[in-house]
C-alpha cells in the first residue's frame, strides 16, 4: 500500500487531485487513481522534475512510484485517455503538486 494515494476527480472544469499537494520524503510512495470520470477512462500522470521519482510517469495501473531524493516543490501534469488517446488534460505545469515535507 502506497504511503501516498491521489484520487483524481475529473469533470468538466479539469482534473482535481486530493490531497494537493502531496508532502512527501524520500523512501516514501505515491500512486494515482482516477475517481471521477468515464467509466473507460484512464489516467496517467507525467511528473516535471523526474529526477526525484523512480519513474518519469505513472500509467494507470502501474505500481506505486517511489521518492528517491528530497524534490523541490515540482508538479504533474495530468492526462484522461479513454481507448489510448487522450481526451483531456490539465495545463502542461500544472495538474497538481508536489513538496518536500518538512515533518
Same mark, same amino acid.
Given at each position: 500500500?502506497?504511503?501516498?494515494?491521489?484520487?483524481?476527480?475529473?469533470?468538466? *472544469? +479539469?482534473?482535481?487531485?486530493?490531497?494537493?499537494?502531496? #508532502?512527501? $520524503? /524520500?523512501?516514501?510512495?505515491?500512486?494515482?487513481? =482516477?475517481?471521477?470520470?468515464?467509466?473507460?477512462?484512464?489516467?496517467?500522470?507525467?511528473?516535471?522534475?523526474?529526477?526525484?521519482?523512480?519513474?518519469?510517469?505513472?500509467? *494507470? +495501473?502501474?505500481?506505486?512510484?517511489?521518492?528517491?531524493? #528530497?524534490? $523541490? /516543490?515540482?508538479?504533474?501534469?495530468?492526462?484522461? =485517455?479513454?481507448?489510448?488517446?487522450?481526451?483531456?488534460?490539465?495545463?502542461?505545469?500544472?495538474?497538481?503538486?508536489?513538496?518536500?515535507?518538512?515533518?
Amino acid at each position: 500500500m502506497a504511503d501516498h494515494t491521489v484520487q483524481l476527480n475529473y469533470t468538466s *472544469d +479539469g482534473f482535481t487531485p486530493t490531497p494537493n499537494p502531496i #508532502k512527501v $520524503t /524520500p523512501g516514501q510512495t505515491i500512486t494515482f487513481r =482516477l475517481r471521477t470520470g468515464p467509466a473507460s477512462g484512464k489516467i496517467r500522470i507525467t511528473f516535471l522534475d523526474p529526477q526525484f521519482f523512480s519513474a518519469a510517469q505513472f500509467h *494507470d +495501473g502501474d505500481g506505486d512510484i517511489h521518492v528517491i531524493a #528530497k524534490p $523541490t /516543490p515540482t508538479t504533474y501534469h495530468c492526462e484522461l =485517455l479513454v481507448d489510448g488517446q487522450v481526451v483531456a488534460q490539465s495545463s502542461p505545469h500544472a495538474g497538481g503538486d508536489i513538496v518536500p515535507d518538512s515533518a
